[in-house]
């Protein structure tokens, strides 16, 4: 039982579409990673968020910490091919001592030209 | 090189044979970690490293299962008698230090196949 549920586990658009995806515990994080990973590579950090109802935005990505800091968004305008790519998003629980990273299982997003 | 780096990048292996799987994380980070990431899934945390000491390796999946870092740097995971279900992509990620503003960096992974 993965403490992350994320949605959708899959999303293809075509170039140009905007797209959202979900994050969402339970619990409650004392911060919020969204990674991207490509095929064969591990996973880059794009954002960190650690207040509750923080939005960062980061050009055509648009992150949300909801504001009872248990669930996240990621939110892509006018996709790009470019923006392909397994999204993870990981959180640090507020109970844990040196800050474990708990991922979710990641949504593939694939977007056309 | 200036990234994490993981060795081999692919090994196919007989069930019940041991693999070796090396990190070299980047100069001068203190904290290493490393994770298992099975066909689709998340990345499952295995064990974390500040300097030499392991202070949490509760994700270590069985007693087949150890790693070690020496010098503060270099840090082998070693899979014993292995099985099918160990085969996935073994992710290795350092930090300058550990906490939330501590960025992890990670390493393209080994892929490791059981037969």
């Avoid at chain 1, 992350?4 to 515990?25: A, D, H, K, M, R």
């Avoid at chain 1, 990505?61 to 790519?85: E, N, V, Y």
């Avoid at chain 2, 992710?91 to 196949?113: D, H, N, W």
Wanted: glycine share 12%; with cysteine.
């Amino acid at each position: 039982t993965q403490l992350l549920e994320q949605s959708p586990q899959f999303l293809s658009i075509q170039e140009g579409e905007n797209l959202t995806v979900y994050c969402n515990s339970s619990s409650v994080f004392s911060s919020l990673q969204w990674y991207r990973q490509e095929p064969g590579e591990g996973p880059v950090l794009l954002v960190t968020v650690v207040t509750g109802g923080e939005v960062k935005k980061l050009k055509r990505l648009t992150f949300q910490f909801g504001d009872a800091r248990k669930d996240s968004s990621l939110h892509i305008t006018a996709a790009q091919p470019g923006d392909t790519g397994l999204y993870l998003c990981a959180g640090r629980m507020t109970t844990d001592s040196w800050g474990k990273l708990q991922f979710g299982a990641g949504t593939q997003v694939v977007v056309t030209p | 090189g200036a990234g994490v780096s993981q060795s081999p990048s692919n090994k196919v292996t007989e069930k019940g044979k041991d693999v070796e799987l090396r990190c070299d994380p980047i100069s001068g980070h203190t904290a290493l970690y490393w994770y298992r990431q099975s066909l689709g899934q998340g990345l499952e945390f295995l064990i974390y490293f500040q300097g030499n000491s392991a202070p949490d390796k509760s994700g270590l999946p069985s007693d087949r299962f150890s790693a070690e870092r020496t010098g503060g740097s270099v840090s082998t995971l070693t899979i014993q008698r292995t099985q099918q279900e160990d085969s996935a992509v073994y992710l290795c990620a350092s930090s300058l230090g550990q906490g939330v503003i501590y960025e992890q960096y990670f390493g393209p992974g080994t892929r490791l196949t059981v037969t």
